[in-house]
């Protein structure tokens, strides 16, 4: 079945890194675009980053901008996200999910389980 | 930036109850709009694309509608597994699409 894993995530220091991956398996993983969302503790959803099936096109989230890299490998049906110079409020569960473009619109389906991210001294 | 705006925030409801929840754009997204459940502890799970089409495999007492500014969520007839929280996501600002706040459904 269609289902994705992330990983990486734990506890860092303001200023510190963190390299999130997100293995995908039971679908052509080359074939989609994919997303990171993230979820602050007890708040609503925020869209982070995004790439295209091939990797070629990337889009940030303002709040990210210059300290995130989105980054795929499709031989490896995996998808990472390197966070750099993380503050507090990047503290959130990360889901990566797949991005579905259509002429109907972009929505996301399906979704990781998520990976904690908590950034604190 | 496209801002998304549900109400209610929170939401009483009985099993069997009919449940409506409202999305409202501050700006007209056409049909690009999305629902999304949410239960603690879980990933979101796609409900609805497009305002009006049901994704696979969701039972048919969830449905969808609107288009321009305003959006609702519908659900007939409530079970006790559709206790949770719902986000709509607007998608007409594609690639930065934005969420409504949540709306979260508890059990009266």
């Known amino acids: 079945q269609v289902q994705l894993v992330e990983s990486g995530g734990g506890l860092v220091k303001p200023g510190g890194s963190l390299r999130l991956s997100c293995a995908a398996s039971?679908?052509?993983?080359?074939?989609?675009?994919m997303s990171w969302i993230r979820q602050a503790p007890g708040k609503g959803l925020e869209w982070v980053s995004y790439?295209?099936?091939?990797?070629?096109?990337?889009y940030y989230a303002d709040s990210v901008k210059g300290r995130f890299t989105i980054s795929r490998d499709n031989a490896k049906n995996s998808l990472y996200l390197q966070m750099n110079s993380l503050r507090a409020e990047d503290t959130a569960v990360y889901y990566c999910?797949?991005?579905?473009?259509?002429?109907?619109?972009?929505?996301?389906?399906?979704w990781g389980q998520g990976t904690l991210v908590t950034v604190s001294s | 930036d496209i801002q998304m705006t549900q109400s209610p925030s929170s939401l009483s409801a009985s099993v069997g109850d009919r449940v409506t929840i409202t999305c409202r754009a501050s700006?007209?997204?056409?049909?690009?709009l999305n629902w999304y459940q949410q239960k603690p502890g879980k990933a979101p799970k796609l409900l609805i694309y497009?305002?009006?089409s049901l994704q696979s495999g969701v039972p048919s007492r969830f449905s969808g509608s609107g288009s321009g500014t305003d959006f609702t969520l519908t659900i007939s007839s409530l079970q006790p597994e559709d206790f949770a929280t719902y986000y709509c996501?607007?998608?007409?600002?594609?690639?930065?699409?934005?969420f409504g706040q949540g709306t979260r459904l508890e059990i009266k």
């Open positions: 497009a305002a009006s």
């Open positions: 039971g679908f052509t993983f080359s074939d989609y675009y």
């Open positions: 790439i295209s099936s091939s990797g070629s096109t990337i």
């Open positions: 700006q007209s997204i056409s049909s690009y």
């Open positions: 999910a797949s991005s579905i473009i259509a002429v109907a619109g972009n929505w996301f389906d399906p």
């Open positions: 996501q607007q998608s007409y600002s594609t690639p930065r699409p934005t």
